[in-house]
């Protein structure tokens, strides 16, 4: 069962616009949360992360924005940029309970054309 | 470059051969971790180590696998009698003790069985 749920596996976006990816957990123990890009033949690379305590963190063009309530979390890229292009992960973990392990999403990809 | 390496990058070997790959982690963290990916799928966690003691470990993790981290620095990951299904990238990851949700990953290693 896909605690963890990206349902769209794909986005396209023109070059300047916003990219707008989300996510949905089933797990209500997760309090942490995280976004991976990996491009090809390279291992996913941190991005972006939340706590449960929040429900906005900015990082330069990169904001995500969770709720609790609906279980849901976006990325948001804005201006996007040819170099975004890459699969994008969402990841969550339960930080009670002692567990350190990140449960992914199946990722999306993401094509921001010129 | 001082991040997370991994040895091999690729492997093929037969159905029912032993396999071992290596971890080196980025060098000041004491947190580890293995992760598998198929095809369409988000990593999935394995096991993890602080410092040299397994701390954790996924039912993902037969008893054909087993991971060793001696010295608390590198790791290795053994499979035992390989079969087709063990056919995926493996990950390793490292993170600081005060942020161990926030893991940096390798490039991985790619397993083919055949």
């Known amino acids: 069962d896909q605690q963890v749920k990206q349902n769209s596996p794909s986005l396209s976006v023109q070059e300047g616009r916003i990219s707008i990816l989300n996510c949905d957990y089933t797990?209500?123990?997760?309090?942490?949360f995280l976004w991976y890009k990996k491009y090809p033949a390279e291992g996913p690379t941190f991005l972006i992360s939340?706590?449960?305590?929040?429900d906005k963190n900015e990082d330069g063009r990169f904001t995500v924005f969770l709720n609790k309530s609906a279980k849901h979390l976006s990325l948001h890229i804005v201006p996007s940029q040819p170099g975004d292009s890459a699969v994008y992960f969402c990841?969550?973990?339960?930080?009670?309970?002692?567990?350190?392990?990140?449960?992914f999403g199946k990722g999306m990809k993401l094509t921001v054309n010129p | 470059d001082t991040g997370v390496s991994q040895d091999p990058r690729h492997k093929i070997t037969k159905r029912g051969q032993n396999v071992t790959f290596r971890c080196d982690p980025i060098?000041?963290?004491?947190?580890l971790y293995w992760y598998r990916q198929t095809l369409g799928q988000g990593p999935e966690f394995l096991t993890y180590?602080?410092?040299?003691?397994?701390?954790?470990k996924s039912r993902l993790l037969s008893d054909r696998f087993s991971a060793e981290r001696p010295k608390g620095s590198f790791s290795t990951l053994e499979i035992q009698r390989t079969e087709q299904g063990d056919s995926a990238m493996y990950l390793c990851?490292?993170?600081?003790?005060?942020?161990?949700?926030?893991?940096?990953f390798g490039p991985g290693t790619r397993l083919t069985v055949t």
């Open positions: 990851a490292s993170s600081l003790p005060d942020n161990s949700y926030e893991q940096y």
């Open positions: 797990n209500s123990m997760f309090d942490y």
């Open positions: 939340i706590s449960s305590i929040k």
């Open positions: 990841a969550a973990s339960p930080t009670q309970g002692g567990s350190e392990k990140l449960v």
């Open positions: 060098s000041e963290h004491n947190r």
């Open positions: 180590f602080q410092n040299e003691a397994q701390l954790e």
